[in-house]
């Protein structure tokens, strides 16, 4: 239910409505909009219908049903779309797009940095590097774990660079919390729920990659498993889904970002390299993504692609990269939007 406060509610008002909520088992959640706040109240769809006393409530304007199954990530609750902060300074779901580049996986010093310089030169705002490697095989590199992180730590102390790494497993929420400034949700695990009840309790950003096999509705009720435990900072990232079609890695559903739109407010953005899995075709990808709307891109980028020892094939060089960035301001541009 959305409870809708009337303009100008004062905070012991809003507390006061919070306590009720409470007090009627159910979880509340607060959102300041701009011209009033709504509380969502969550919880047990049974017995919702108790809420509906609230309405007498004298600040209280109106007590109205969230149709969708997602709750907190609809549109219903929040009609402005999300904006907030990746890190400081680095904000998504704006007018600025948000790059995030790097390489899949974290591999050495040397590369890490390498990498990380070129593509903070080209104006990427956020590094990218996997530690924990979700894979196929389990014979393929695994990447560095801890060790990775430190890596990545140590890139964002050369360059300023916030990082995005990927949690795999769990048990491991903890150790990356303490290094990444964004946690990934990798494709594979998009419905891992107690991974994503767990960094719904992170005072983290989470980047959740759409499963290659997850309609939209799915997607979204794996956000709200985030957002429901406290996290209201959820980037959504469209990454490909399976199809018939084999001559890319998977097929890119642009067509999901102006679906998203309507449906959430959070921030959606693009991963074109593993949608395409193939470097030549990842620029016309970042071009699309930024003309249907997205809010950001998520793009590997390695210094020596040839040898590198995961997804080498997509992975644009540190001068391909920055062409697509020069042409990419035009676009965005052309979009309303800032690069
Ligand atoms: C990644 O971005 O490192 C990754 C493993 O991608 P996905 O989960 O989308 O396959
Ligand atoms: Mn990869």
């Known amino acids: 239910m959305i409870i809708v406060m009337k303009k100008g509610a004062s905070k012991e008002a809003l507390a006061e409505v919070r306590k009720r909520i409470r007090d009627l088992g159910y979880k509340a959640h607060v959102i300041h909009g701009e011209t009033r706040d709504v509380i969502g109240a969550i919880g047990d769809e049974r017995g919702k219908a108790v809420l509906q006393s609230l309405e007498s409530m004298p600040h209280v304007e109106a007590v109205v049903p969230i149709l969708k199954p997602y709750k907190l990530a609809s549109r219903e609750i929040r009609r402005e779309p999300s904006v907030f902060e990746m890190a400081p300074g680095v904000t998504v779901g704006g007018r600025e797009l948000l790059v995030m580049a790097g390489p899949c996986s974290v591999e050495g010093e040397s590369q890490l940095l390498e990498t990380a310089r070129a593509v903070k030169a080209a104006g990427a705002k956020v590094l990218r590097g996997g530690a924990f490697k979700p894979r196929t095989s389990p014979y393929a590199f695994q990447g560095l774990e801890e060790e990775g992180l430190k890596l990545l730590a140590a890139a964002r102390e050369a360059t300023g660079l916030p990082i995005v790494t990927e949690v795999v497993n769990p048990r491991d929420v903890d150790l990356v919390a303490r290094y990444a400034d964004i946690l990934q949700v990798g494709a594979r695990n998009v419905q891992n729920f107690p991974l994503l009840r767990l960094l719904g309790q992170q005072d983290k950003p989470v980047l959740l990659k759409r499963g290659m096999s997850s309609t939209i509705q799915e997607f979204l009720m794996s956000a709200e498993y985030i957002l429901s435990e406290g996290n209201q900072r959820v980037v959504l990232c469209e990454r490909g889904i399976r199809t018939f079609e084999t001559a890319t890695r998977n097929t890119l559903d642009l067509s999901a970002v102006p679906v998203l739109k309507e449906q959430t407010h959070l921030p959606v953005v693009i991963d074109p390299s ?17 003309a249907a709307g997205c809010d950001g891109l998520l793009v590997e980028v390695h210094n020596d692609p040839e040898n590198a020892s995961c997804d080498g094939p997509q992975s644009l060089t540190p001068e391909g990269f920055a062409a697509v960035m020069e042409k990419l301001r035009r676009f965005a541009a052309a979009a309303d939007r800032d690069l």
């Open 274 to 290: 593993h949608a395409t899995g193939h470097a030549s075709l990842v620029p016309a990808m970042c071009y699309a993504a930024v």
